[in-house]
Structure formats: structure tokens, C-alpha cells
């Protein structure tokens, strides 16, 4: 099945330090979004990529959040010097232009010690 | 500031009842809305969606009504089943948008 797939599962780490979250979207699907789920909370939005337009960032909290997408497809989202609260569950979607139904990842927990 | 609001963070139900999960939503211009299914550990799945020229929406035993002067809408699962023991988030979109406005979702147990 070509699901959504996201790296690592699970991440720990100590606050200061940087992670990377990587997202492999649907073959063939051109939009991708970065959502962020803290304990208690609803699908926070990050970032939407389209295509090759520029990316809508407006959910990213801080400039400690970054995200890129490589060649239209594999995404990355970046949180530099970890904080406790960036501790959540990060998931990515895709979807085709054509629909409106976003695909998610099984998502990344991560946990700023 | 929550343009779309899942009031019940948890609801429980009797197996074979019906579920009735709710949504309100205070952006006027929304006009497609979804439900998705999240199990632990998992994504969330697309379960059925509605756009604003419909009041209701059909498919096997989910239903999702809207009320669009009322800004709700509400997902009905009939009979429910305890594999639909989940949590339910209902998103808001405008049709020609990309973005996606979430609720906070709502726990449905259904006991057997």
C-alpha cells in the first residue's frame, strides 16, 4: 500500500537540540500539510506545500519551525532548539489537487525531555 | 482563536444505538466540511464529507447533517459498533481554499 509514510514513529530528545521529521507523501500527490496534535488539543496546522508555488507557513509558531520539500515530493519539517513545549504529535497529509480529502501519516511523536 | 469546536471531548454509547457527534463552527464562510476517524497511534481517516449546497450526506450506517444557518453539523453512525470506538474530528475548509480548520475531537466508546 502507498500510505502516507512518516520517520521516525517515535523521537526523544533533550531540549536545545534539533530534530528533523520526515514525511513521504502519496505518489502523485502534489499538496502536503504539516499539522501539529499537543495532548488535549485539535489539528493544529502548520505549513501547506502546493506544487512548486511558494508555501503557505502561516501556522509555523516560531522561526524555530522550518519545513522544505524536496523535488514535489519527500518533506522535512525542522524544529530547531527543541523546546517542552514543542512536545506533540506531528502529522503529515497529502492529498491530490483535484479532491478535497487529505491522506494522514501514522505521525510523529515527539518528546522534548 | 477555534473557528470549529467539538464541545464533547468524550461520549459514550450502547452497542447497536445510535452516535450522535457534534460540531459547531463559527467562520460563515465555510462551506466544505469533513469527518475523520483517529485511532491510537494512528492518522487520521477521511470518513464522509459535505459541501454547503447539501444539508445531508449519506454512506452505510454514517450520516452527516448540516445546518448551515445554525453553523453545525453533526455525524450520526447507526448502529454503532464497537470497532467505531475511536476519536472523531470534524474539519471545516473553504471549497476554493487549502487550508483546513480542526476541531479538538470527540472520544466515542461504544460498548458492546
Known amino acids: 500500500g502507498a500510505g502516507v509514510s512518516q520517520s521516525p514513529s517515535n523521537k526523544v530528545t533533550e531540549k536545545g537540540k534539533d530534530v528533523e521529521l520526515r514525511c513521504d507523501p502519496i505518489s502523485g500527490h502534489t499538496a502536503l500539510y504539516w499539522y501539529r496534535q499537543s495532548l488535549g488539543q485539535g489539528l493544529e496546522f502548520l505549513i501547506y506545500f502546493q506544487g512548486n508555488s511558494a508555501p503557505d507557513k502561516s501556522g509555523l509558531p516560531s522561526d524555530r519551525f522550518s519545513a522544505e520539500r524536496t523535488g514535489g515530493s519527500v518533506s522535512t519539517l525542522t524544529i530547531q532548539r527543541t523546546q517542552q513545549e514543542d512536545s506533540a504529535v506531528y502529522l503529515c497529509?497529502?492529498?491530490?489537487?483535484?479532491?478535497?480529502?487529505?491522506?494522514f501519516g501514522p505521525g510523529t511523536r515527539l518528546l522534548v525531555l | 482563536d477555534q473557528q470549529v469546536k467539538q464541545n464533547s471531548p468524550s461520549l459514550s454509547v450502547q452497542e447497536g444505538r445510535i452516535s450522535i457527534l457534534n460540531c459547531d463552527y463559527t467562520n460563515s464562510m465555510f462551506d466544505y466540511f469533513l469527518w475523520y476517524k483517529k485511532y491510537p497511534a494512528e492518522g487520521p481517516t477521511f470518513l464522509i464529507s459535505?459541501?454547503?449546497?447539501?444539508d445531508k450526506n449519506e454512506d452505510g450506517r454514517f450520516t452527516v447533517f448540516l445546518n448551515k444557518s445554525a453553523k453545525h453539523l453533526s455525524l450520526h453512525i447507526v448502529p454503532s459498533q464497537p470497532g467505531d470506538s475511536a476519536v472523531y474530528f470534524c474539519a471545516a475548509s473553504l471549497f476554493t481554499g487549502n487550508q483546513f480548520y480542526f476541531g479538538t475531537g470527540t472520544s466515542l466508546t461504544v460498548i458492546p
Open positions: 497529509a497529502s492529498r491530490s489537487t483535484r479532491f478535497k480529502t487529505q491522506y
Open positions: 459535505i459541501s454547503s449546497i447539501k
